[in-house]
């Protein structure tokens, strides 16, 4: 209501600012006329003087002449200016016609403006709170996607050989939840654009998806054909690994995803995802410090001649990141072998350490404490 009241003045004293000049008009122009009255009975008197002065020969004849003709000059143009007597008998019942006419917008206005917004407004109706608002906006883009999807759906129906088209629908519709249908599209994309690692991952993660995320059999023969075609490709590669730990191989999901990260680049979006993943499995049940080979050697060896040579890596790891503290990855698994070991407290200065070696480096950083919060060192 307080809004509504600010808004009611506001339109007052516009209102009244535009209508105040007009009531004043009127009763300038009696003034006015009332000096241009008194101009002229000063240039008559002046000609009188004049024609006084000239009978007692106090001026010549031609400097009378010449004083005549100015004075009268004057008069002329007072007396042009000067409102009519009728004019002047209409300003009275013309201002207060302006008068009135003020009036009746100061109050007229309002009451048309609120007889019009009764019948069309909704004066009862809250506001909304900004989250179904926010809901509001989300669901009109929804449909304003829909829309999009609908039309380039009936031009693939027109089309159906346009593999550029299959390309760009096959993500929104799995981003939209339909799965079933972003399989034919991905299936469609492969048919009319040609093999591609990417679009094999993209159509074992759309069956994935349509299996509630489990990876089954047909998911996983287009993630292996996908690794056959680029060795390197990250989504087929994460997603063996989920298939193997799946299936109860962890050791082989903590190879896969360890492999995955040690090839990816430090800016890689997707380093977190793999990260928890390998956290999760608990790092393979091995120190990742340790590649693959040596960790083969190692299975024959005996307990404490593992478990020595395995320190003496994690050493010689700390020593390298001293010289070197750049390396995020290398942090984090120097991190998870004291983690492993069983020795937290060196895990926590390792941690320590990190974030000083790292802390003129935002994006390292950033990598670094999600890193660290997948195993659970938060502080």
């Known amino acids: 209501m307080t809004l509504w009241f600010v808004f009611a003045l506001m339109t007052v004293a516009a209102i009244f600012a535009v209508l105040w000049p007009l009531g004043r008009s009127g009763r300038a122009q009696d003034q006015g006329s009332q000096d241009q009255g008194s101009e002229v009975a000063v240039y008559k008197d002046q000609l009188a003087e004049i024609e006084r002065d000239l009978a007692a020969g106090l001026i010549a004849a031609p400097e009378a002449e010449a004083a005549r003709v100015e004075i009268s000059r004057r008069l002329l143009a007072a007396a042009g200016t000067e409102s009519p007597p009728e004019l002047k008998s209409d300003l009275a019942p013309s201002l207060k016609w302006r008068r009135a006419a003020a009036v009746l917008a100061l109050v007229g206005l309002p ?24 809901r509001g906006a989300g669901s009109g883009m929804a449909r304003s996607l829909e829309n999009l999807v609908v039309q380039v759906e009936q031009h693939l129906e027109k089309n159906p050989t346009d593999g550029r088209g299959w390309n760009v629908l096959a993500p929104v ?72 730990e799946q299936d109860g191989r962890k050791d082989d999901a903590a190879n896969i995803w360890r492999a995955l990260l040690a090839k990816a680049p430090a800016d890689a979006p997707w380093r977190p995802l793999v990260q928890s993943s390998l956290a999760r499995v608990g790092g393979g049940g091995t120190v990742p410090a340790l590649s693959d080979e040596t960790i083969a ?56 350490d990190a974030r000083q070696a790292v802390a003129n480096d935002a994006e390292r950083l950033r990598q670094l404490n999600e890193g660290l919060r997948t195993l659970g060192l938060d502080g």
Not at 177 to 191: K, P
Not at 303 to 313: I, K, L, P, Q, T
């Open 297 to 352: 050697a190692s299975k024959d060896m005996a307990e404490g001649d593992r478990n020595a040579m395995v320190r003496g890596m994690v050493e010689r790891l700390a020593t390298r990141l001293k010289q070197n503290g750049d390396d995020v990855e290398g942090w984090l698994r120097l991190v998870r072998a004291y983690l492993v070991m069983g020795d937290r407290d060196k895990a926590m200065g390792a941690s320590t």
């Open 173 to 244: 519709l799995q981003r939209l939840g339909r799965f079933d249908d972003a399989v034919r599209a991905y299936r469609n994309s492969l048919t009319y654009n040609g093999e591609s690692a990417e679009r094999r991952s993209d159509l074992g993660e759309a069956i994935s998806a349509a299996a509630g995320g489990v990876v089954t059999a047909e998911a996983k023969s287009e993630f292996e054909r996908a690794h056959a075609l680029d060795a390197d490709d990250p989504k087929a590669n994460y997603f063996l690994g989920l298939a193997a």
């Open 111 to 134: 009451l048309v403006a609120i007889g019009v917004y009764m019948p069309l407004g909704s004066p009862r109706l809250h506001d909304f709170p900004l989250a179904q608002r926010e």
